[in-house]
């Protein structure tokens, strides 16, 4: 079963916006990793972020963790088209089912 | 560095035959994994070889699924026969070291989109 849920399942926003995903999980973690995954491409790890680490900046990405709601965000900020693309975090090998973030020009 | 390299790229067979999906991970990197992709879901772990000993296959369906990783590098992950179900993109992975542990991203290669007819 999957560990990871994020939300929303998909998000349509306009070039520019914030876009904001969220994850889930259930069980303790060493850390928390966030995916990209462009439409029939594999994955690109974009950020992991430790147990021990509260928020993790990379260029526009920015990664909060809070380990008492179990819970973790990605915003990307200033969206650009070519952020186009499916969204997962994981825990322990386990990926989530995904955010399909859409950018309109 | 050059990437997780897979082959073929796409592949259509009937249900019931056999097929094989190959991969070439990044130099040096000694943990491996496979990934079934099923549309609209997030990739679910098949099998993970440190080096080329099996460190986990608790979701490979070994009726019908085999995997194995020669000499530590290439690997090829084979079903036999193929259902209906087995529809999916089939990814690998490689990791400079064991994953779970949680210290090393994990690097995909483009996948084998495989449909069952």
């Known amino acids: 079963s999957q560990q990871g849920e994020e939300d929303p399942q998909a998000l349509s926003i306009q070039e520019g916006e914030n876009a904001t995903m969220n994850c889930s999980y259930k069980t303790s973690i060493n850390n928390l990793q966030w995916y990209r995954q462009n439409s029939g491409r594999g994955l690109v790890h974009l950020i992991l972020?430790?147990?021990?680490?509260r928020e993790k900046h990379s260029g526009r990405l920015r990664v909060t963790l809070d380990t008492s709601k179990k819970s973790s965000s990605l915003l990307i900020t200033a969206s650009r088209a070519a952020d186009t693309a499916s969204y997962f975090c994981?825990?322990?090998?386990?990926f989530g089912q995904g955010t399909r973030l859409t950018i309109n020009p | 560095e050059a990437g997780v390299a897979q082959s073929p790229r796409y592949k259509i067979i009937e249900k019931r035959q056999s097929v094989a999906f190959w991969c070439n991970p990044i130099s040096g990197h000694a943990t491996l994994y496979w990934y079934q992709q099923i549309l609209g879901q997030g990739p679910k772990l098949l099998i993970q070889?440190?080096?080329?000993?099996?460190?986990?296959d608790s979701q490979l369906p070994k009726d019908r699924f085999s995997a194995e990783r020669l000499k530590g590098v290439d690997s090829t992950l084979k079903i036999q026969p193929a259902k209906l179900e087995d529809s999916a993109v089939y990814l690998c992975?490689?990791?400079?070291?064991?994953?779970?542990?949680?210290?090393?991203?994990?690097?995909f290669g483009n996948g084998t989109r495989l449909t069952v007819t």
């Open positions: 070889f440190q080096n080329n000993g099996v460190v986990d």
């Open positions: 994981a825990q322990k090998l386990v």
């Open positions: 992975a490689s990791s400079y070291d064991r994953a779970v542990l949680g210290n090393s991203p994990l690097h």
């Open positions: 972020i430790r147990s021990n680490e």
